[in-house]
């Protein structure tokens, strides 16, 4: 492609994303979803441009984005929030992930003939929902500050689930050996040990934040320190999704830690980041969430029907189950059109498309299918979270049945807060 034509069209697709987040603000439809259709059109539709024109610098571009969307989203949370939240979206997330881990496995061994192991393999893919699409979407709603912290925490936590667990099994299918045991401390590990690397490494950068500061065009330094820490806890064997996570949660909420343990080793007390800071890594997460959901358009395979029509079933139960997931798992006493927004909320994005083409990779029998099965999934259940979202926030109707379905009661459409959130927080 010509470089004049490429920076024009970088240029555009900018403008475009200022203009898709006013359609989201005025009109409640989501611009991930928008820009996932600019990809879309430009990739497999009319074969522009296709993601392996970007070779290794496009799945850089998207673990970058995951981790500066992590960080970002972790600054949002506050400490008493995070202690309402904590239980339910812990719930939330064991509850949706193996409740989806084994109905998707079982359709898939019963009706696309795949092996067991195989298929369940499937079912961990698809196991969990996608922080880079939930974490935008949750900050544009109007809903409880303990509502969008639950689906937060289970978009981060159900990552590592889904790849820790695909992982495992698909090393199983190969060696033909499950390990249990293994599996649950490889999940143990990685939560434990990547959450003291995040939380060990926002400490460390918020007593060295002052003397950073006093660098000429140092903004920059933090989320590079965010990039350091995810890697060091990737090199580890742990999550850095978790870690970059829960850098951002401790940066954030640094004046609730008692320090008093580390005045004899330092000089500085630990400073949060401030409010130009936090506008600066706004900005990145907007112009990184923008290309990163041009590039999943771009990702998605269209050529097999037959996969899409599968893929169009799993989503339906998928969303379907979800339901009765949100209604047994959440206690807490929120809105009811709050646990609506949570049970529409099932989007799978990163992890699932980075997963899908590993077991065909390995050579695992069916592992063609899982990869088109995914990519389906993918595409349909962002397409459908991202109807349904706006649908329930602006249509009382839709909103009251959807309410009735999970079983809770209808919903009381003149208190409902369908208002579309200009600035979250």
């Known amino acids: 492609m010509n470089s004049a034509l490429t920076i024009l069209i970088v240029g555009?697709?900018?403008?475009?994303?200022?203009?898709?987040?006013?359609?989201?603000?005025?009109?409640?439809?989501?611009?991930?979803?928008?820009?996932?259709?600019?990809?879309?059109?430009?990739?497999?539709?009319?074969?522009?441009?296709?993601?392996?024109?970007?070779?290794?610098?496009?799945?850089?571009?998207?673990?970058?984005?995951?981790?500066?969307?992590?960080?970002?989203?972790g600054l949002g949370l506050k400490l008493q929030e995070l202690k309402n939240?904590?239980?339910?979206?812990?719930?939330?997330?064991?509850?949706?992930?193996?409740?989806?881990?084994?109905?998707v496995g079982l359709i898939a061994y019963f009706f696309f003939d795949l092996d067991l192991l195989v298929a369940l393999t499937l079912g961990a893919i698809l196991g969990g929902t996608s922080s880079a699409v939930v974490i935008p979407m949750v900050r544009l709603l109007k809903i409880k500050e303990e509502s969008r912290t639950i689906l937060v925490l289970e978009s981060a936590l159900s990552d590592v689930l889904c790849i820790v667990f695909a992982l495992a099994l698909i090393e199983a299918n190969k060696s033909g050996n499950l390990q249990v045991g293994l599996i649950i401390g490889k999940i143990l590990s990685s939560f434990t040990f990547a959450a003291f690397v995040g939380i060990a490494g926002a400490i460390g950068w918020s007593i060295l934040l002052n003397?950073?500061?006093?660098?000429?065009?140092?903004?920059?330094?933090?989320?590079?320190?965010?990039?350091?820490v995810y890697g060091v806890a990737e090199l580890l064997g742990y999550s850095g999704a978790i870690s970059a996570l829960l850098f951002g949660i401790t940066l954030v909420n640094i004046?609730?830690?008692?320090?008093?343990?580390?005045?004899?080793?330092?000089?500085?007390?630990p400073i949060a980041l401030n409010q130009t800071e936090r506008v600066f890594f706004s900005e990145i997460v907007f112009l990184l969430k923008t290309f990163f959901f041009v590039y999943i358009g771009l990702s998605i395979q269209l050529d097999s029907f037959t996969a899409l029509m599968f893929g169009l079933i799993l989503s339906v139960?998928?969303?379907?189950?979800?339901?009765?997931?949100?209604?047994?798992?959440?206690?807490?006493?929120?809105?009811v059109f709050d646990k609506t927004i949570m049970a529409a909320m099932v989007p799978k994005g990163l992890a699932a498309a980075v997963?899908?083409?590993?077991?065909?990779?390995?050579?695992v029998v069916g592992g063609e299918l899982v990869r088109d099965l995914t990519y389906a999934v993918v595409l349909i259940s962002i397409v459908t979270a991202s109807v349904l979202i706006p649908v329930i926030s602006t249509n009382d109707r839709f909103a009251s049945i959807y309410g009735w379905l999970i079983r809770f009661?209808?919903?009381?459409?003149?208190?409902?807060?369908?208002?579309i959130q200009k600035n979250a927080d």
């Not at 900018?14 to 996932?36: Q, T």
């Not at 939240?85 to 109905?103: D, E, P, Q, R, V």
Request: proline share 6%; net charge positive.
């Open 12 to 73: 555009a697709i900018v403008f475009l994303s200022h203009w898709f987040s006013g359609i989201f603000e005025k009109k409640g439809i989501p611009d991930v979803l928008l820009l996932m259709l600019v990809g879309l059109l430009f990739g497999p539709i009319l074969g522009v441009v296709h993601a392996e024109d970007f070779g290794v610098a496009g799945p850089m571009f998207t673990s970058i984005t995951l981790v500066i969307i992590l960080f970002e989203g």
């Open 355 to 363: 997963l899908a083409g590993i077991p065909m990779q390995q050579g």
């Open 409 to 419: 009661r209808l919903i009381n459409v003149k208190n409902k807060p369908h208002e």
């Open 317 to 335: 139960v998928i969303f379907a189950s979800r339901i009765p997931i949100v209604r047994f798992s959440i206690k807490s006493p929120l809105p």
């Open 211 to 228: 003397r950073i500061r006093t660098i000429q065009n140092s903004i920059f330094t933090t989320p590079a320190f965010v990039f350091i």
């Open 255 to 269: 004046e609730h830690f008692n320090f008093t343990f580390l005045k004899k080793y330092i000089a500085h007390e």
């Open 85 to 103: 939240s904590i239980k339910g979206s812990m719930a939330l997330t064991l509850i949706n992930f193996f409740a989806t881990f084994l109905i």
